[in-house]
Nanobody, 122 residues
Framework: QVQLVESGGGLVQAGGSLRLTCAASGRIFSRYGLGWFRQAPGKEREFVAG???????YSADSVEGRFTISRDNAKNTAYLQMNSLTPEDTAVYYC????????????????WGQGTQVTVSS
């Protein structure tokens, strides 16, 4: 089992950057696939980026070239570097984990953090 805690959200102007951090507990963090998802008010939760246990990464088309997911297994931590932010990126961002591979489906993930708010002003 793994517990996840996100941090790094906040208010930023359009064009700015933020780095989200997902700190995980558990001794087998390296075996988990990780995903970042987001949910804006009135909208469904959507996939942002994922990284498998072997380090293969995936991104949604909407953030490709702007967001980068990474992980540091020695620190039990995952990151989401977000650049060139726009107001459309405003949402609660969640870190999620599942055994082995990362997928784009939120319901494939068994473990979730509490979320961190990202607000981008125009």
């Amino acid at each position: 089992q793994v517990q996840l805690v996100e941090s790094g959200g906040g208010l930023v102007q359009a064009g700015g950057s933020l780095r989200l951090t997902c700190a995980a507990s558990g001794r087998i963090f390296s075996r988990y696939g990780l995903g970042w998802f987001r949910q804006a008010p009135g909208k469904e939760r959507e996939f942002v980026a994922g990284i498998s246990s072997s380090g293969v990464t995936y991104s949604a088309d909407s953030v490709e070239g702007r967001f980068t997911i990474s992980r540091d297994n020695a620190k039990n931590t995952a990151y989401l570097q977000m650049n060139s932010l726009t107001p459309e990126d405003t949402a609660v961002y969640y870190c999620a984990a599942r055994i082995s591979g990362a997928t784009r489906r939120w319901d494939d993930y068994a473990y979730w953090g509490q979320g961190t708010q990202v607000t981008v002003s125009s």
